[in-house]
C-alpha cells in the first residue's frame, strides 16, 4: 500500500529537487495515486482551499447598522424626546431605529452567504491522473501527491513540481507582479531562486497562457505559496454598486436638506408661530422620519440580492454586482457559436478521402455508428485509408471518453472526444492504439499556428508524426496525399479545398489529418519537422447541431430591440450555416478575420452595424469588434472561454465567461459566467437585470413620493398655523410598519410581460428621470390633499381630534397601499386582472399593514400608545374609497401621458 509522503511538506525546496526524487518523497508514480490514497492524504492534509478571509463579529456587524447620518439624528431625537419625558414618543423612534438595524443585519448576512455560494461554484477544477487514468475533480479534492494535467487557459489549482512541459508558459504576475509570461521547464534550479525563477514549479492561482504539461501537487490549501503570502483570493467582494452608493450620497444630501428645513421650521415655529419648543420638536422629529427615506439603500441592496439569486437559478452567476445595472441596459449581445449556441456536442459527420466523401451516423459520443456511401452502408475495412484515418484521430487526441450508465461522456475538448467517438465507429479502439503508440513528444494546438503534432513510437521501432488542423493550415504543410489503396500520389489540391468548402457549407467544421514517417530514434519534435513534408490522410467534417431553446432565445432578444452578433473561430460557411439556423439577421453575409484586418477603425465601425456574423476570428479581433461597437454608444455583453478572450471580457460592458468550457482566465476577467454555457442563459440574464432595475425604479418611484407627502403634510400644518393631522409618533408609525413592508416587497416583483418587448434604456439614463420627478410631485400633492381632505372632514364631523387624527393616518397607509398597486406595473396597465391579483409576497404585506393598523386603531393599549379612536365603519369605507380616487388619478394621468407622447408609450409599453 502506498504510504503517505514522507517529508514535512512546507519545509521542502521543491524546486531544487528532480522531478523523481519529488514523486519519491511524496511516494507516488507517474500514473497518480490510487482513489483510497487520495481520499486517506484529503483526510490528513484537509481540502485544498485558501482560508477564509477575516469577518466581523455579529455583534460589531450589528453595530455598524447605527453607524449612519440619519440613525444620529434619530438617536439624538430620542435622548432629546426622553429629556422632555415623553417615553412613548421615545420608544417608538428607538423601535423605528432597532428595526432598520435588525433588516440591515440580516441583510449584510444574507449578502455573504450568497457571496460564499457563489465562491463555491466558481471553484476551479482540476484534470488529474488517478490509477493511471485521467479524471476531472473539484479543485478542493487536490491532494499532495496527485498528477495534475495542465493545458492553456487552465488556472493552477495547487503548488506543483513540474514532471513535462510542451512550451508551457504560466502568467505569475499575482505573485511575482510581472506581465511577462514565464517559460516553464523540468529541471531543477538553485535553492536561493527568486519565486519568479522557479521555472520548474506552477504555483497555485497563476494561469497557464500557452502549452500544455503535468506536475505532481506538492502543496496545497494554505501551505502553498499563495496561501502564505496572500489572502486576496479569499476576500469577499463588497455587496456595493455605482447605484447604491448614488443612492447613499442622494440619501446623505436629503438627510442634510431636510434638517435645514427642519431647523427653520422649529425657528419659524417658536418665534413666529409661537408654538411651545416641546411640540415644536417633536413636529420637526417627525418631519425628518417622514421625508428622509431611511430605508431605501437597504431596500436597493436586498433588491440587487434577490437579482442574484434569480440569476444563479438561471445558471448566471454574478461575480461583480455592477453587471445587474449593466444587464438591463444591454443593446448588442456578442457570442461565441461553439457550445453557446450550440450544443456542444461535436460529432463526425462527414469523411473525406482521396476518392470518396463517406457519411457517418451515431448519437453523441458513443463509439458505434453506420458509415455510408453514398446512401449505402459500408464496413471501414474496406477502405485501408479509413484506418489510418481513424488511427490519428485516436493518437493526436488529448481527451478521454468515458461510459457511465450507458451515457458517454469527454473529458478534454469535445471535438478531440468526437474524434474518439470517430475512432471506435471505425473499429479502431483508441485505448489500446494509445497503448501500443505512446506519445514521445507533441506541439499542443495553438491559435497562432492552428494544428497539434503529436510523435508516437511502438515496440517494433517505428515512429510516426501525426497532425490535425485546420485545412488551410495543414494543407500548406503537405507535400503529397494517401491513396485509396494505401500508396503515395501528387497532392490534389484544388480537390481539396472544393471538397472542404462543400463540407463546411453544410455547417460542419472542417479538420484535416496527415502523417510523417519518421526514424525510431527521432524523440523531439519541432516545428520544422512537419513544415511541407507531410502525407494528407484525409479530413473530418464535424456537426455541432444549434440548441432548440438558443433558437427561441434569439428571437426573443431581437424582440427586445437587442442585436446578436455570433463571433467565432469557425469556417466562414460553417458560421453563416449555424447563423441562418438560429435565425440572426442578415446571415448570408460574414467578414473574415483577415477582411477584418484590413479594415481600419473608421470602416470598421461602419461594418459591425451591418454583419453579423464574424468568422475565422482571434482574440484581437473581438477586442476592436467590442470598441467599435461601444463607438456608437451600444451597451456591449461579450462571451469568452480563453485566456486571450479576457481583454475583449474586460472591456465589454458585461463580460460573460463559459463555466463549463471556459478558463479560470476568462472566469476572472468576467462579471458573470453562466453555468451551462448556454446562450439562453444569456438572454435569461438580460431578461432579469431589466426586472431589477425595473424594480429599483418602482421602488424609488414609492418611496419618494409618499416621503415627500409626509412630509408636505407636516411643513404645509406648520406654516399655516394648523394642529397637526398626524402626530410625529404617528409618521414614525407609518415608516416603521410600511418601509419593511410594503417597500421591500417591490424587490420581489416578477418580470413583466413586457420586459423583452422594450427597446434597451440608453447608457446614459439618470435614474431619476424628468418623469419621476413629475410624479413625485403629483403624487404628494394627492397625499396631501387626501389626508388634509380626511382630517377636514373628521372635524366637520364634529369628531375629536385623535379621531380625526386617527382618520388621517389610515388614510395615509391606504393611498400608501394604492400607490404600491399603481407603481407595480410602471411600463403598462394597472387596470387588468393579474395586475389586480398581484403576487403572493404583495398580499402577504398588504395583510401584514392592515392588520397592524387594525390593531392601533381598536386595540386599547396600543390606542393609548398612538393616541387612537376607533373608526366608524362608513368612514372606514371612505377612507378606502380615498386609496380607489388616488390610483384612478395616477392611472388615468399615465394612460393620457403614454397616449399623447409616443417616446413615453415607447419607453413605457415597448410597442
Not at 500514473?31 to 487520495?38: C, F, I, R
Not at 454574478?318 to 449593466?326: D, F, M, N, Q
Amino acid at each position: 500500500m502506498m504510504e503517505k509522503p514522507n517529508a514535512d511538506m512546507s519545509q521542502k525546496s521543491w524546486h531544487t529537487l528532480s522531478s523523481e526524487n519529488a514523486l519519491e518523497l511524496l511516494n507516488v508514480s507517474t500514473g497518480g495515486l490510487s482513489h483510497d490514497e487520495a481520499t486517506k492524504r484529503l483526510e490528513e492534509y484537509g481540502a485544498n482551499r485558501l482560508p477564509e478571509a477575516a469577518r466581523r463579529s455579529g455583534f460589531m456587524r450589528f453595530l455598524l447598522q447605527f453607524h449612519n447620518i440619519l440613525i444620529y439624528v434619530l438617536i439624538g431625537s430620542a435622548v432629546i424626546t426622553a429629556v422632555f419625558e415623553h417615553w412613548i414618543d421615545m420608544g417608538v423612534i428607538l423601535a423605528v431605529v432597532v428595526a432598520n438595524a435588525v433588516i440591515g443585519f440580516i441583510q449584510e448576512g444574507k449578502a455573504e452567504k450568497a457571496m460564499d455560494a457563489i465562491r463555491y461554484m466558481l471553484a476551479p477544477r482540476a484534470n488529474v491522473l488517478r490509477d493511471g487514468e485521467r479524471y476531472s475533480i473539484e479543485g478542493d479534492g487536490l491532494v499532495p501527491g496527485d498528477i495534475v494535467l495542465l493545458e492553456a487557459g487552465d488556472k493552477v489549482p495547487a503548488d506543483l513540481r513540474l514532471l513535462s512541459a510542451h512550451g508551457l508558459s504560466v502568467q505569475e504576475s499575482i505573485l511575482t507582479g510581472e506581465s511577462v509570461p514565464v517559460d516553464k521547464q523540468t529541471n531543477p534550479v538553485r535553492g536561493d531562486a527568486a519565486l519568479g525563477d522557479r521555472s520548474c514549479m506552477a504555483f497555485s492561482g497563476t494561469l497557464v497562457t500557452a502549452g500544455q504539461g503535468r506536475g505532481v501537487v506538492v502543496g496545497t490549501g494554505s501551505l502553498t505559496e499563495i496561501g502564505r503570502i496572500s489572502g486576496l483570493l479569499s476576500e469577499v467582494e463588497t455587496l456595493t454598486t455605482p447605484l447604491v452608493a448614488q443612492m447613499g450620497v442622494f440619501a446623505k444630501w436629503l438627510t442634510l436638506l431636510i434638517l435645514l428645513i427642519a431647523a427653520l421650521l422649529l425657528v419659524y415655529g417658536s418665534f413666529v408661530g409661537h408654538y411651545e419648543f416641546t411640540e415644536m420638536f417633536m413636529a420637526v422629529v417627525g418631519l425628518a422620519v417622514a421625508a428622509i427615506p431611511e430605508g431605501l439603500p437597504a431596500v436597493l441592496t436586498i433588491t440587487l440580492a434577490i437579482g442574484v439569486q434569480a440569476m444563479a437559478r438561471r445558471n448566471a452567476i454574478v461575480r461583480r454586482l455592477p453587471a445587474i445595472e449593466t444587464l438591463g441596459a444591454v443593446s448588442v449581445i456578442c457570442t461565441d457559436k461553439t457550445g453557446t449556441l450550440t450544443r456542444n456536442e461535436m460529432m463526425v459527420a462527414s469523411v473525406l478521402t482521396t476518392k470518396h466523401l463517406f457519411a457517418l451516423e451515431g448519437d453523441g459520443y458513443a463509439p458505434k455508428g453506420l458509415l455510408r456511401l453514398e446512401e449505402t452502408q459500408v464496413a471501414p475495412s474496406e477502405h485501408a485509408v479509413l484506418e489510418e484515418l481513424a488511427q490519428a484521430a485516436a493518437l493526436c487526441n488529448d481527451a478521454f471518453l468515458r461510459e457511465h450508465d450507458g451515457v458517454w461522456t469527454v473529458e478534454g475538448d469535445p471535438m478531440e472526444g468526437a474524434l474518439l467517438a470517430f475512432a471506435g465507429k471505425m473499429d479502431v479502439d483508441a485505448r489500446k492504439t494509445q497503448a501500443a503508440w505512446a506519445r514521445t513528444d507533441a506541439i499542443p494546438f495553438d491559435a497562432k499556428h492552428r494544428f497539434m503534432a503529436t510523435l508516437n513510437h511502438n515496440h517494433e521501432h517505428h515512429a510516426f508524426i501525426f497532425v490535425k488542423g485546420a485545412p488551410e493550415q495543414v494543407l500548406a504543410m503537405c507535400q503529397d496525399q494517401r491513396s485509396m489503396n494505401g500508396g503515395l500520389e501528387p497532392l490534389d489540391m484544388d480537390y481539396w479545398h472544393a471538397e472542404a468548402e462543400a463540407i463546411a457549407a453544410l455547417g460542419q467544421r472542417v479538420l484535416t489529418f496527415a502523417v510523417k514517417a519518421v526514424p525510431s530514434e527521432h524523440t523531439v519534435l519541432e516545428h520544422k519537422d512537419v513544415d511541407g513534408t507531410l502525407t494528407l490522410i484525409g479530413m473530418t467534417g464535424m456537426i455541432d447541431p444549434p440548441r432548440t431553446e438558443a433558437i427561441a432565445a434569439v428571437k426573443e432578444c431581437h424582440s427586445a430591440g437587442i442585436r446578436v452578433k455570433m463571433i467565432t473561430g469557425d469556417h466562414a460557411k460553417t458560421a453563416a450555416a449555424i447563423g441562418q439556423k438560429i435565425g440572426l439577421q442578415n446571415p448570408e453575409k460574414v467578414l473574415r478575420g483577415n477582411d477584418l484586418d484590413d479594415m481600419d477603425d473608421a470602416v470598421l465601425r461602419q461594418a459591425v452595424l451591418d454583419c453579423d456574423i464574424f468568422a475565422r476570428t482571434s482574440p484581437e479581433h473581438k477586442l476592436r469588434l467590442v470598441m467599435a461597437l461601444q463607438s456608437h454608444g451600444m451597451t456591449v455583453a461579450m462571451t469568452g472561454d480563453g485566456v486571450n478572450d479576457a481583454p475583449a471580457l474586460k472591456r465589454a460592458d458585461a463580460g460573460i465567461a463559459m463555466g463549463m468550457k471556459g478558463s479560470e482566465a476568462a472566469k476572472e476577467a468576467a462579471e458573470l459566467v453562466l453555468a451551462d454555457d448556454n446562450f439562453v442563459s444569456i438572454a435569461a440574464a438580460v431578461r432579469e437585470g431589466r426586472t431589477v432595475y425595473d424594480n429599483i425604479k418602482k421602488v424609488i418611484s414609492w418611496t419618494l413620493p409618499t416621503n415627500a407627502g409626509e412630509a408636505m403634510t407636516i411643513i404645509v400644518a406648520l406654516l399655516a398655523g394648523m394642529t397637526l393631522p398626524i402626530t410625529p409618533v404617528q409618521i414614525l408609525w407609518v415608516n416603521l410598519i410600511t418601509a419593511i413592508t410594503l417597500g421591500i416587497a417591490l424587490a420581489f416583483e416578477p418580470t413583466e410581460e413586457s420586459t423583452m418587448r422594450r427597446p434597451p434604456r440608453r447608457r446614459d439614463e439618470p435614474l431619476l428621470t424628468s418623469g419621476l420627478v413629475w410624479h413625485i410631485i403629483l403624487v404628494s400633492t394627492l397625499f396631501l390633499c387626501g389626508v388634509f381632505g380626511m382630517y377636514h372632514y373628521a372635524v366637520e364631523r364634529g369628531y375629536s381630534v385623535e379621531l380625526a387624527r386617527t382618520i388621517a393616518l389610515n388614510t395615509l397607509v391606504v393611498m400608501e397601499i394604492f400607490h404600491l398597486f399603481f407603481i407595480r406595473n410602471i411600463y403598462g396597465t394597472s387596470l387588468t386582472w393579474k395586475a389586480v391579483r398581484g403576487t403572493r409576497i404583495v398580499w402577504a404585506v398588504v395583510l401584514i399593514v392592515a392588520v397592524a393598523q387594525f390593531a392601533i386603531t381598536y386595540l386599547p393599549l396600543l390606542q393609548t400608545v398612538f393616541s387612537t379612536k376607533p373608526i366608524p365603519f362608513l368612514d372606514g369605507m371612505l377612507i378606502v374609497g380615498v386609496g380607489v380616487a388616488l390610483f384612478a388619478v395616477v392611472e388615468t394621468e399615465k394612460q393620457i401621458r403614454l397616449r399623447i407622447s409616443p417616446k413615453e408609450r415607447n419607453d413605457y409599453t415597448g410597442v
